[in-house]
């Protein structure tokens, strides 16, 4: 990865960017999305301030969880010995290139936690819910302790699952609850399918790091159980996604159009099954499977958004 180390504020601004992966917050916006347009199809209504303020929230909870992950990844020296980083797995690399101090990397995570923090106390400011107030402390705890001593998720087989339920679930059921004020099945399929997307994007992105990881008892599921037990994982789960999205488009009426519109999404799915071998996931420039597990993660919440859309505007 090159990066411009001139001393010019745009050059600094790119650096920050890029240690706090801020090209991923695609990550963040689509379950809110999901979640928020759900509401829409159910109440007809749309807040746009609970909206944004969910967005801009979820958003500074990711870039913290993010940027903590590069310090406690760096202070493990998984990252340090990672031989096979690539765009999307092992770190951006800055701190062990000097560019950014691991001191400046954790303020700056304390920094996005803490306006993330804030911009929940809004959210109950106005919502006064307590459903709200236990998923944001549990978002604050999974995103920081990822990695952060002494729980550290990601080291104990259990944080790929735990994101994925955090990031999918919770989200997804936060913003509609925004929305609606109400806790129902309508956005269960696709919150679970958002949780299996984004521990599918966790999961292929653990194939580089698995040999450091290893070196350093991180027990990733990678590490756990072998490259090709992992990727059988990957192939159920990601073949799950489409069972749910068909048997809730069944189900529910509300459900209906998301989930046949995340049906389009199989020809990318076929592509990802393609590039998933075992034998070429492991190398530093082998990375089409993790770039297009991105890209189904992103492009199916749109897809399951515009179902929502389309079930709002007929009814």
Excluded at 30 to 57: E, H, K, M, N, Q
Excluded at 109 to 119: E, S
Excluded at 249 to 266: N, P, Q, V
């Amino acid at each position: 990865m090159k990066v411009s180390i001139s001393q010019n504020r745009p050059a600094k601004v790119t650096l920050w960017l890029l240690q706090m992966r801020v090209p991923f917050v695609s990550a963040s916006i689509v379950p809110v999305l999901v979640g928020s347009i759900a509401g829409f199809a159910v109440t007809g209504t749309f807040d746009v301030v609970l909206f944004a303020l969910a967005l801009g929230g979820t958003i500074c909870l990711q870039l913290g969880a993010n940027t903590a992950n590069e310090y406690f990844d760096h202070l493990s020296g998984s990252d340090r010995l990672n031989k096979n980083r690539n765009p999307f797995s092992g770190g951006t690399g800055l701190i062990q290139a000097g560019l950014t101090s691991p001191k400046a990397v954790l303020i700056a995570a304390w920094i996005a936690f803490a306006v993330g923090a804030m911009i929940g106390i809004v959210i109950l400011l106005i919502t006064r819910s307590k459903f709200i107030l236990t998923l944001g402390l549990m978002a604050i705890g999974g995103g920081y302790f990822y990695t952060a001593n002494p729980v550290r998720l990601g080291y104990r087989g259990v944080g790929e699952v735990i994101i994925g339920l955090l990031c999918g679930l919770g989200v997804v059921y936060g913003a509609y609850f925004l929305q609606t004020r109400s806790i129902d099945l309508v956005p269960l399929g696709p919150a679970v399918i958002i949780s299996l997307l984004i521990f599918l994007v966790i999961l292929i992105n653990e194939f580089p790091d698995a040999d450091s990881d290893a070196a350093v008892n991180k027990k990733t599921l990678v590490v756990l159980l072998g490259a090709n037990t992992a990727a059988q994982i990957y192939r159920t789960a990601l073949i799950l996604t489409y069972v749910v999205a068909i048997a809730t488009a069944m189900s529910f009426e509300k459900m209906r159009w998301a989930g046949f519109m995340y049906l389009l999404t199989i020809p990318l799915a076929g592509a990802i099954l393609r590039f998933l071998k075992t034998d070429t996931l492991g190398r530093s420039g082998s990375y089409r499977a993790n770039k297009f597990t991105i890209l189904l993660h992103l492009v199916g919440g749109l897809l399951m958004s515009l179902g929502f859309i389309i079930i709002g505007l007929i009814s």
